[in-house]
Structure formats: structure tokens, C-alpha cells
């Protein structure tokens, strides 16, 4: 059965230090990936697009990797910030119409 | 530009009626999608519309129901509530409906109690 997993439901670090949440799918062969920000309360909110033919992308202090030999895709948050709390979500394209997502993790960043 | 809207926000019902809510995409937006979202499954696929028509699907029963308008705007259903449906209902649009080639917009969500 096709799965999306992300790695834990919860993740504790201290501020300043580097977060890193995985993604990892089963029985998909996703053309792209995404992570999306949640906060309590809203929709999600679009961070970051990865191709499959992209290694990693960058945007300021996110960094996204996707690995389709792994079938995993790491997002981190370089010098987390307590602002930097919420749930992430990935989600993945299934056959090209419309979008897959994990449960999330839910993030927070202590001071 | 507006961003996407939903109405209701908040919605309580009793299990066996009927709940139609409703989603306002991003203006040009022709690709609306709807979400089911519980503490226990997180984000589940319900189904896609795109220009009036259904394009894909999740696995759900068919009580759950949508359709789309000519101006994109979206209505989901659900017959005979059941406790389980208690949710938050989210609704996301896209300029062209390409899946992970593009960002999704998501509303705030409705959010629905079954007593």
C-alpha cells in the first residue's frame, strides 16, 4: 500500500540549532515534493517545491534534499528560532493531479 | 489578490444530518482540492475538481460528495454525519491543477463537530 511517513510526531531542539525533519514514501513515484508550514488553527502554507531530478534546494534558512533511491526526502531549519514552531508537512504529487501528505511533525523550538 | 475563503468556519451537527461547506479559490484559480484533516490520520485526499469536473478522488465513502461551479468557487457534502467525520475540512486551489508542479493555496478550513 503506498505510505508517507514522517519521522516522529513531535521534535524538541533548542533555539539555535539546526532541525531536521524526514519524509520517507512508499509504493510512489512522486515527479516533485513539497513541505508546507502549519500553524495551529490555519491551513498549510507552501515552504518549498523539490524536483525529482534536484539533489537539494535552499530558500534563507530552509533546506529540502530529495532522495528517490531512498525514497526520502530531510527538510531542515538551519539556526531554528522559537517563531520557527509549528507542525511541517510533506507531500508528495500522486499522478500529477493532485497532492499527498503526511501526518506532519510537529516542531517546537524552545528558547 | 483574496486569498482562499471557506464558510462556514465552525459548523456543530448531529450524527445522520447533512453538512454542505463551501470554498472560494484564489481568483483565477481553476483547480480546487479538498482535505480531511484528524488528529489520528492527519491530511486525507477527498477529491480534486477541476473546470466543473471531478479528476480524482480519495478513498472515502460516498457520502462524501463535491462539485464545482463555472466561477471555480467548490461545495463539498456529507450525508448522514457520522461521529467520525468530525473534522477540519480543508480546501486548497491551484492555478492549473498540475499537482506538484504548483503551490497550493489552502483556506483556513471548516471546522465540523458530529455530536
Known amino acids: 500500500s503506498q505510505k508517507i511517513e514522517q519521522n516522529s510526531e513531535a521534535l524538541n531542539i533548542q533555539e539555535g540549532k539546526t532541525a531536521t525533519l524526514t519524509c520517507n514514501y512508499t509504493?510512489?513515484?512522486?515527479?516533485?515534493l513539497q513541505w508546507y508550514r502549519q500553524d495551529p488553527g490555519r491551513g498549510p502554507v507552501f515552504l518549498l517545491l523539490?524536483?525529482?531530478?534536484?539533489k537539494e534546494k535552499r530558500k534563507e534558512r530552509l533546506k529540502v534534499t530529495f532522495d528517490t533511491t531512498l525514497k526520502q526526502s530531510l527538510f531542515h531549519i538551519t539556526a531554528s528560532q522559537p517563531a520557527d514552531s509549528a507542525t511541517y508537512l510533506c507531500?508528495?504529487?500522486?499522478?500529477?493531479?493532485?497532492?499527498?501528505f503526511g501526518a506532519g511533525t510537529r516542531l517546537t523550538v524552545k528558547p | 489578490k483574496a486569498g482562499v475563503t471557506q464558510t462556514p468556519r465552525y459548523l456543530i451537527k448531529t450524527r445522520g444530518q447533512q453538512v454542505t461547506l463551501s470554498c472560494s479559490p484564489i481568483?483565477?484559480?481553476?483547480?480546487v482540492s479538498w482535505y480531511q484533516q484528524t488528529p489520528g490520520q492527519g491530511l486525507q485526499f477527498l477529491f480534486e475538481?477541476?473546470?466543473?469536473?471531478?479528476?480524482n478522488k480519495g478513498n472515502f465513502p460516498g457520502r462524501f460528495s463535491g462539485r464545482q461551479f463555472s466561477n471555480s468557487r467548490s461545495e463539498m457534502n456529507v450525508s448522514t454525519l457520522e461521529l467520525g467525520d468530525s473534522a477540519l475540512y480543508l480546501c486548497?486551489?491551484?492555478?492549473?491543477?498540475?499537482?506538484?508542479?504548483?503551490?497550493?493555496?489552502f483556506g483556513p478550513g471548516t471546522r465540523l463537530l458530529v455530536l
Open positions: 475538481y477541476f473546470s466543473e469536473t471531478q479528476r
Open positions: 507531500a508528495l504529487d500522486d499522478s500529477g493531479n493532485d497532492m499527498r
Open positions: 486548497a486551489s491551484s492555478l492549473a491543477g498540475q499537482g506538484g508542479q504548483e503551490t497550493q493555496y
Open positions: 481568483s483565477g484559480h481553476r483547480s
Open positions: 523539490i524536483r525529482e531530478n534536484e
Open positions: 509504493n510512489y513515484s512522486p515527479a516533485y
